[in-house]
């Protein structure tokens, strides 16, 4: 079965930190994504990576910016964590030419 | 007060009867379509897909309806279980979405009573 884990369950920051997230897959995946689900509003998409170094804005990605120095590994940046930022993130990964996500459990951001 | 927006759409079922969940999309180049299952505190869980190409799709318990004409899609699970309450997503892909992205519905809760 496809893993896509990512490092921390819950994180709590204060405003003005930089917040790191991290997400590694194993299934050898060339496609990765950042998601945040907020109530009401279901799941955005942030960035997401179809190659390493390669990274695409989504439709929310005002006040982040991505990583991916390794096939495996997509990694989520707040340069400057703001309140509005509090979330639940969510990090999938999918082969090439399909369009089947597999999810990570996620990462309950709170800022304060 | 409130906002409506918060509150996701909310079926409540008896265990064993069988549960429609519905999904509505407006892009008529869509022509992939998932649906998912977040149970409380996990991440989403692909439960099955339908190509464009096809009207119905069958899995384990669970059937997927599509009806291009409307642009509606539907997840049917028989003999619905306890263990079925979760938060189902419908998500859909288009030819022109570029690097295979998905469009997620906002969700619906499922809430099964013993």
């Known amino acids: 079965d496809v893993k896509v884990t990512q490092s921390s369950r819950y994180l709590v920051k204060r405003t003005g930190e930089k917040v790191f997230l991290e997400c590694v897959q194993d299934m050898d995946h060339e496609n990765m994504f950042w998601y945040r689900q907020d109530p009401g509003l279901g799941l955005r998409l942030i960035y997401f990576?179809?190659?390493?170094?390669?990274?695409e804005k989504g439709d929310i990605p005002e006040g982040y910016s991505v990583s991916r120095e390794k096939k495996e590994r997509f990694s989520l940046i707040l340069e400057s964590a703001s309140t509005n930022q509090t979330s639940m993130y969510l990090c999938?990964?999918?082969?090439?030419?399909?369009?089947?996500?597999?999810f990570g459990s996620g990462t309950q951001l709170s800022v304060l | 007060g409130e906002s409506v927006g918060l509150h996701l759409p909310t079926l409540s079922v008896q265990e064993g009867d069988n549960s429609i969940i519905n999904c509505a999309y407006s892009n008529s180049a869509s022509d992939y379509f998932i649906w998912y299952k977040q149970e409380s505190g996990k991440g989403p869980q692909f439960i099955i897909d339908?190509?464009?190409?096809?009207d119905k799709r069958q899995g384990q318990r669970v059937t997927v309806l599509l009806n291009k004409t409307v642009k509606h899609l539907s997840l049917q699970i028989a003999a619905t279980q306890p263990g079925d309450s979760a938060v189902y997503f419908c998500a859909e892909t288009s030819p022109n979405s570029g690097y295979s992205t998905l469009t997620f519905g906002k969700g619906t809760m499922l809430l099964v009573s013993p």
């Open positions: 990576s179809y190659d390493v170094k390669m990274k």
């Open positions: 339908i190509r464009s190409n096809m």
């Open positions: 999938a990964s999918s082969d090439r030419g399909n369009e089947k996500l597999f």
